[in-house]
């Protein structure tokens, strides 16, 4: 019931009063805007046009000539706890995304769960009278519950959104992703070789959702949370978006700092008189070697020409991202809706630093704890940014486009990390035009934004549950107010175990990088920054203000408490894995799959990932019967069992690094046989890989065996389940086409087996404990 019913109740309905309003969903404010949050991954504040950067952003470049861009607005340093911010209005450790959701840790502020004391701000607003949407990305559905047998409370139909289309996850592949509409899983509308992309596809879906609405409800306000899957790796974008930078980026990373400070300086970005930090600012017992950055001047020609090449690609991504939210934008005026719309233009972290100082084309590489290599990633130049690649740009990139600051994504103690761009926009909501901002803010600071625009308070009480308050501020009052000064007071900062304290225009860093592994915390050094007269975070004035440090360390302290920031991790790629949430297994270590089903999220498969492991499938074959038995991943890292030609192939794809390693043997003859693999785990490699023998079974007889190389991290950090008869989305092989489904047979079903080696890695666990001792 909406509200309490007022009409009367007699025997007979003529003697009674009806009171249909007690029943009828709330109406917005008269005059109440729509609201459209757009948010960007991975992108420095020097990246986009805006900001001074070298990436033409044409939507963001007329949003920000009609409205506000701010010069001092943070985030978490990474995507899933930021976006946990935009979701609640509370810190990113009270929702209990303290990292990634797919390396959420048993603990309060860390267990991807958001509690039901803290409501989202969709079911606020929702309750208020808007329509709800979200499209593009989902980063915060916790990882025991990506898979479609799960509770669904979580997903966004269960966190007020009324629509969703996207992808779960920390990321997909843009030609091939891993699509969700609602509450289900969805086939893409169409191939990449027939024009399909991730950006474009979440555009029309979003125009569909606000016409759908429009028509029905012509006076009912919206919100939506538009994320496309840019700037997050794979860069992905069509060739001729490519081509449009070629040799924009060929002076190289250093030089782009140089060139993009005096832009942002002059353009009033940054204040006159603002330095460059170091390239290199962290010693290598605080940072590791894939977080350090090659200078420009040291690369042969090739790997300048390589590195430029990469560039040239994410801004093509960033670009063309922006085109199609500027389709979204051109209907919003077309349909005079454009003014009374209050946008925000954003990103949620710095430039990604996970390409490592050698660019990458398989990012998942990272995600393995695998090296890259400079001749690998020359072999595919001219395929960087196609379905062929799954490509990141090397660490320096990520360095000039945070410029001017210290690091990048994933430092949450340096600005590099959190200090992104935000334009907003609306007309009928601010006066001013084409203004900057320099008020400090955080990204707790959105939602009570939005509300005091909407006229709608934050409720004490929802569901049924008293509701821990929001943790940010209003920023309305600089929209009209340059001069106004920041209402903001404190904001702690932690993410893998760096940590920060920005108050009153001061702030401490902690000299710890994330993902070291060596703990030691209480041992840390703190750095001070003036930042209201250090804008970069160029000057370390601890040695002068000890006192200063002290109290201030002290209060990030009482803020980690306040906000369940504690136990701090700061493991790495390898030591994450030992942690992180992994389905338990059943208790005779077997798993049982069956055709025509949903693939299974790798989080709640059977785990084939550094461990020994069998796989048996029950098949009715027929005369040339083919396609896959089974399948995990894509060609960037997976497996897969099929037949074809009249022989059974297994084919497990290592990163996507050729040669495939393959096993063929004849197929059965027609009738009921059982097929597959297993393997014998024997030893790790030096590079995190897992060694051992795999061996091709017919019936109970073995007909290849050679030895393997597997993967001990994950397929994919999103997407590219385990599919019975069918490999979804990007296929693992060369060997077929996307899909291949069986036929000319019957599954019956696969049978998963890994009672022999049930996660345990006591080499893996006693390399982690050396390491910090």
């Known amino acids: 019931m909406a509200s309490k019913f007022n009409g009367t109740i007699a025997l007979d309905i003529r003697d009674s009063k009806a009171d249909w309003p007690a029943f009828l969903d709330r109406q917005a404010p008269a005059g109440a805007p729509n609201v459209l949050v757009i948010l960007y991954d991975d992108t420095g504040q020097a990246a986009w046009s805006p900001y001074g950067g070298r990436i033409e952003m044409p939507t963001l470049d007329r949003l920000a000539k009609n409205g506000l861009t701010y010069t001092q607005w943070h985030t978490t340093s990474v995507c899933s706890p930021t976006r946990s911010c935009f979701l609640t209005g509370r810190n990113h450790h009270q929702n209990g995304f303290g990292t990634i959701a797919e390396s959420a840790a048993g603990y309060p502020g860390y267990s991807g769960h958001i509690p039901t004391s803290i409501a989202t701000m969709a079911t606020v607003l929702r309750d208020a009278g808007w329509s709800t949407f979200w499209v593009g990305k989902n980063h915060n559905v916790p990882v025991d519950a990506f898979d479609i047998g799960a509770n669904r409370k979580s997903w966004p139909l269960g966190l007020g959104y009324d629509r969703f289309y996207g992808f779960i996850g920390g990321e997909t592949n843009q030609w091939f992703p891993e699509l969700i509409e609602d509450n289900h899983f969805v086939q893409q509308p169409k191939l990449p070789e027939d024009g399909y992309h991730f950006s474009s596809d979440i555009a029309d879906k979003a125009i569909s959702f606000i016409r759908d609405t429009k028509q ?137 630093g996970e390409g490592s100082p050698n660019g990458s084309v398989n990012e998942n590489r990272f995600f393995n704890g695998y090296p890259d290599d400079i001749a690998s990633n020359l072999a595919m130049i001219d395929k960087l940014g196609s379905p062929d690649t799954y490509n990141h740009y090397p660490t320096g990139w990520a360095v000039a486009f945070s410029t001017p600051y210290r690091m990048f994504k994933r430092y949450a103690n340096y600005a590099g990390g959190t ?66 000064p920041t209402r903001k007071e404190t904001q702690y900062y932690e993410m893998l175990s760096t940590r920060g304290l920005w108050h009153k225009g001061w702030k401490v860093s902690s000299e710890h990088g994330p993902m070291i592994n ?113 399948s ?65 079974y017919v019936d109970d007889k073995p007909v290849s065996d050679a030895d393997f190389r597997t993967q001990s991290g994950h397929y994919a950090l999103a997407g590219e389940g385990l599919a019975i008869g069918y490999d979804a989305g990007d296929p693992v092989t060369t060997a077929y086409d996307s899909g291949f489904g069986f036929r000319n047979g019957k599954i019956h079903k696969v049978i998963y087996d890994v009672a022999d080696d049930a996660y345990v890695d006591l080499e893996r666990k006693f390399a982690a404990r050396l390491a910090r001792d």
């Open 632 to 696: 995990q991943g894509s060609r960037f890292g997976g497996y897969s069992l099929f037949a074809k030609g009249g022989e059974l192939h297994f084919v497990y794809n290592f990163l996507g690094i050729p040669p495939e390693q393959k096993l063929v043997g004849p197929l059965p003859t027609t009738g009921k046989h059982l097929v597959g693999v297993g393997f014998e785990k024997r030893g790790m490699g030096k590079d995190n890989e897992t060694l051992g023998k795999m061996t091709l």
């Open 216 to 352: 029905s409800r012509a006076d009912k306000p919206w919100y939506l949370w538009y994320c496309p899957g840019a700037n997050h790796a794979p860069h992905h974008a069509p060739k001729d978006y490519i081509e449009k930078y070629k040799g924009k980026f060929d002076d190289g990373y250093e030089a782009y700092r140089e060139w993009v400070l005096a832009r942002m300086i002059e353009r009033g970005i940054l204040p006159e008189g603002t330095g460059l930090t170091p390239i290199n600012p962290m010693s290598p017992e605080t940072c590791v070697e894939a977080d350090t950055m090659r200078p420009w001047d040291t690369l042969s020609a090739d790997e300048k020409r390589l590195f430029a090449r990469m560039a040239e690609v994410y801004a093509a991504f960033s670009e063309y991202t922006d085109v199609q939210v500027g389709r979204v934008i051109d209907y919003l005026e077309e349909s005079g809706q454009l003014d009374n719309t209050l946008i925000f233009y954003c990103a949620d972290n710095g430039a990604s």
């Open 419 to 484: 200090c992104d761009p935000m334009v907003i926009h609306w007309p009928k909501g601010i006066q001013a035009k084409g203004e900057l901002r320099h008020q400090y803010h955080h990204c707790t600071d959105i939602v009570p934004t939005i509300l005091e625009c909407c006229g709608v308070a934050f409720p004490d009480v929802v569901d049924g549950m008293r509701q821990t308050p929001l943790a940010g501020v209003s920023m309305r009052y600089s929209f009209d107010d340059a001069n106004a």
């Open 518 to 630: 060596v703990g030691k915390f209480d041992q840390d050094r703190w750095q001070l920054f003036n930042v209201d007269e250090d804008r970069a975070e160029a000057h370390d004035l601890a040695a002068q203000h000890p006192e200063k440090v002290e109290a201030l360390v002290a209060l990030w302290m009482d803020e980690a408490k306040k906000n369940d920031v504690l136990p701090l991790d700061d493991y790495g790629v390898v030591g994450i894995h030992e942690i992180e949430y992994k389905v338990a297994p059943p208790s005779n270590g077997r798993y049982v799959y069956y055709p025509d089903t949903t693939e299974v999220p790798e989080a709640s498969a059977a785990r084939t990932l550094g461990a020994s492991f069998k796989i048996i499938a029950e098949v009715d074959f027929e005369k040339d019967a083919q396609g896959v038995i089974a």
